[in-house]
């Protein structure tokens, strides 16, 4: 079993667009417009990103009964600090991770340092249209039993790591 699409809500889909499509590079698979029985419609957009999984967006447009300024972000409708809820692109080395965050950083996509996350190298950045948390990753070593018992995989982490870790260090 795969995972197909992961999907999110946009307040904006032409924006939304052009970010995953122009400046990811994610080609678009479908993009559809619902005609709601109740009312308005749903622009819904789906991204291929790779290894048979898309990540898709609906904008809802006035649609009786759907609030039009919920958190696309969803971390701080939630109340949690922003990173919590993100979702993950994986490279296959790190060579190609770090040829990927050259290739956005060209792109104009403003993003994090590369962090050692052992047994992962990852670099985050945010989604500047709907403030979603993204993240690059490659694992660097399989993961061992200690990586599976808390008690013995413990670290010293603050929530500016959480906060920052999409901007650009010092």
């Known amino acids: 079993m795969t995972l197909d699409h992961l999907s999110f809500g946009t307040h904006n889909i032409t924006a939304t667009r052009a970010f995953y499509e122009g400046q990811l590079g994610f080609p678009v698979l479908i993009h559809e ?15 291929d990103c790779g290894g048979d999984c898309a990540l898709a967006f609906m904008e809802w447009q006035a649609v009786p009964g759907v609030p039009s300024d919920y958190d696309s972000g ?4 939630l109340g949690v600090p922003t990173g919590t809820f993100h979702f993950a692109f994986r490279c296959h080395s790190l060579e190609a991770l770090e040829a990927r965050r050259n290739e ?24 500047p249209v709907n403030g979603l948390r993204l993240e ?19 670290f010293p982490a603050s929530l500016a790591l959480f906060e920052n870790s999409s901007r650009p260090g010092p």
Do not use: C, K, W
Request: hydrophobic content about 35%.
């Open 33 to 47: 417009r619902m005609l709601m029985e109740e009312g308005g419609t749903v622009e819904h957009i789906f991204f």
């Open 74 to 77: 969803i971390n701080h409708g």
């Open 136 to 154: 690059y990753t490659t694992r660097v070593r399989n993961p061992s039993a200690a990586d599976r018992d808390p008690e013995q995989r413990q």
């Open 104 to 127: 956005l950083i060209s792109a104009g996509v403003v993003m994090g340092e590369l962090l050692d996350l052992n047994p992962y190298r990852s670099f985050f950045f945010d989604d």
